[in-house]
């Protein structure tokens, strides 16, 4: 009757052990193709001079600041979390990834093609005016480039 006892505080005291304890259930979230460079370039040296990385494709980290919230078809990266930390949009094809809002705050790493906003691309500008108004900002010659990405991770 002890030993009956005696096991069932032990497990008890296992059970409160591992209710208290923290547990990551944030695993990280791989979107399209994932991410396969290893080599990143950086939003600030690739935001000085997009043209020099135009039809290139890289691999870009940083913090999500803004996650298109109509179709997820874009999120924006910012260097650090700074509030005024400059940002990149990635833009992908509609409806064949899709970005959670739950993203924004969180790291994440992709890949894909740095490409111009061109007049006649009328997603890539309406994602442009989306994620200058997330941000609370004008549009400037930065929203003018986004990368076409074809995969992410969200950590």
Do not use: N
Not at 33 to 54: C, N, Q, W, Y
Not at 68 to 77: K, N, S, V
Request: hydrophobic share 50%.
């Amino acid at each position: 009757m002890r030993a009956l006892g005696a096991r069932l505080l032990l497990s008890l005291g296992v059970a409160a052990t591992l209710l208290v304890l923290p547990v990551r259930t944030d695993e990280p979230k791989t979107f399209g193709t994932g991410v396969s460079m290893t080599e990143v370039t950086s939003i600030a040296r690739l935001l000085k001079d997009p043209a020099a990385f135009e039809g290139k494709t890289i691999r870009v980290e940083g913090t999500v600041k803004a996650v298109c919230a109509h179709m997820g078809c874009w999120m924006a990266l910012a260097p650090t979390d700074a509030a005024d930390a400059p940002t990149l949009r990635l833009k992908v094809d509609d409806g064949v990834i899709v970005f959670p809002v739950t993203a924004k705050g969180h790291r994440a790493a992709a890949q894909g093609v740095v490409e111009r906003v061109a007049a006649t691309d009328a997603e890539g500008k309406e994602a442009a005016g989306e994620h200058a108004k997330a941000e609370g900002k004008a549009k400037d010659a930065a929203a003018q480039w986004h990368i076409k990405a074809t995969g992410a991770i969200v950590y």
